[in-house]
């Protein structure tokens, strides 16, 4: 089976690598460091399938001129699939296969470290030492023991997010389309998601984009919360209005913000861009403020996820080519 694999970097292609020769018929992987793109689609000619990653363009077009290319699966090596049109996959007859789990603590676990570092200030520490410069001005932080967490989205994310916060002695509240009963059973309150937003002083989002959850962060539900919270996003740029935000973090309603997805990153994220004049103006503004922390979507870039990632995808793409459908992990 041959497969085109886009927006592979080195760390891509050593643990595919690594993953492949450890099957009985190891695939034909082409890597290349490009996005999938309409530009870039031509690079899967040829190829039965094409493996994706979280910026990769699977649009209506992609997804036909991948189909043109005789293209039938679509391998994504994350979770999240809101970059793939799936009512036009499923007409063109392409299936999309993602990887469902890996390392759900990867990604709750850097939700915590933006925690700390925002509340802490981490990020002005770090640089003041550098400087010679001991004062504590600025860096006043709080206990985080008896505070409310709010967490929307209790999958395997945001339970394994809950159970980090329970157990530094945080109260978490939740909210969930399907409340998952062994973390109510565990102390976790649900709670509506109007609720959601009043009480807690962290706000941690873990829920899937879709046209539901598009820009849950708005300048209503920000309104609704208490102010000075503290916001962290892991899942979605898309979750957040980030306008809004702004205006939220220039009234002082958001005490913190701490991202690691932004709703344009696509054209920034995964790349050295430090010879690069930065055109994105809300991006440039958000990085002005000192209660801002961003990093570049790296919260599930962790040994164990990459290797599971490998794993998994490969696995994937090889039940596909065997026709043991059963045993692929199709997005539904
Ligand atoms: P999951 O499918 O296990 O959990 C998602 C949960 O969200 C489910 O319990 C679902 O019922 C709930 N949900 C769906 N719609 C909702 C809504 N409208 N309101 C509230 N809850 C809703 O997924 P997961 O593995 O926990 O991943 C969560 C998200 O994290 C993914 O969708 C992905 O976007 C993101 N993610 C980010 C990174 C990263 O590196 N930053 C890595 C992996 C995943």
New binding site residues.
């Given amino acids: 089976m041959k497969v085109a694999v886009f927006s592979s970097k080195a760390y891509d292609r050593e643990f595919l690598t690594a993953a492949n020769e450890n099957i009985d018929a190891p695939l034909d992987l082409v890597f290349h460091e490009v996005q999938l793109n309409p530009d870039s689609c031509l690079l899967a000619q040829g190829c039965d399938a094409v493996c994706c990653f979280v910026n990769d363009q699977l649009d209506a077009s992609v997804l036909q001129q991948l189909a043109g290319h005789g293209v039938k699966l679509v391998a994504l090596r994350?979770?999240?699939f809101n970059q793939v049109d799936l009512v036009e996959a499923k007409k063109l007859g392409i299936k999309v296969a993602r990887v469902a789990?890996y390392s759900?603590h990867a990604?709750a676990e850097h939700a915590l470290g933006l925690i700390l570092m925002l509340n802490r200030q981490l990020h002005r520490a770090y640089r003041r030492v550098h400087d010679n410069d001991y004062s504590l001005n600025g860096l006043l932080g709080f206990d985080l023991v008896n505070k409310t967490v709010g967490v929307?989205?209790?999958?395997?994310?945001?339970e394994a997010f809950s159970r980090i916060m329970q157990g530094i002695g945080c109260e978490v509240i939740a909210?969930?389309?399907?409340p998952n009963p062994a973390l109510a059973a565990a102390g976790i309150t649900y709670v509506s998601l109007e609720d959601l937003w009043h009480a807690p002083d962290i706000i941690s989002l873990?829920?899937?984009?879709n046209v539901?959850?598009h820009h849950l962060v708005n300048s209503v539900t920000i309104a609704q919360m208490k102010t000075g919270v503290m916001l962290i996003n892991?899942?979605?740029g898309g979750l957040i209005d980030t306008k809004a935000v702004i205006a939220g973090l220039k009234s002082k309603k958001i005490g913190y913000l701490g991202l690691?997805?932004y709703e344009e990153e696509s054209n920034l994220f995964f790349e050295d861009n430090s010879n690069v004049l930065l055109q994105d103006d809300i991006f440039a503004r958000l990085m002005t403020f000192p209660n801002v922390v961003v990093t570049g979507?790296q919260?599930?870039f962790t040994r164990e996820a990459l290797t599971t990632i490998a794993r998994i995808t490969l696995d994937n793409l090889r039940f596909f080519d065997s026709g043991n459908l059963n045993k692929v992990i199709f997005v539904d």
Avoid: N
């Fill in positions: 994350c979770a999240g789990e759900p990604v929307i989205g209790t999958g395997k994310i945001g909210y969930d389309l399907q873990h829920c899937p984009l539901a959850t892991t899942s979605r690691d997805v979507h919260a599930f």
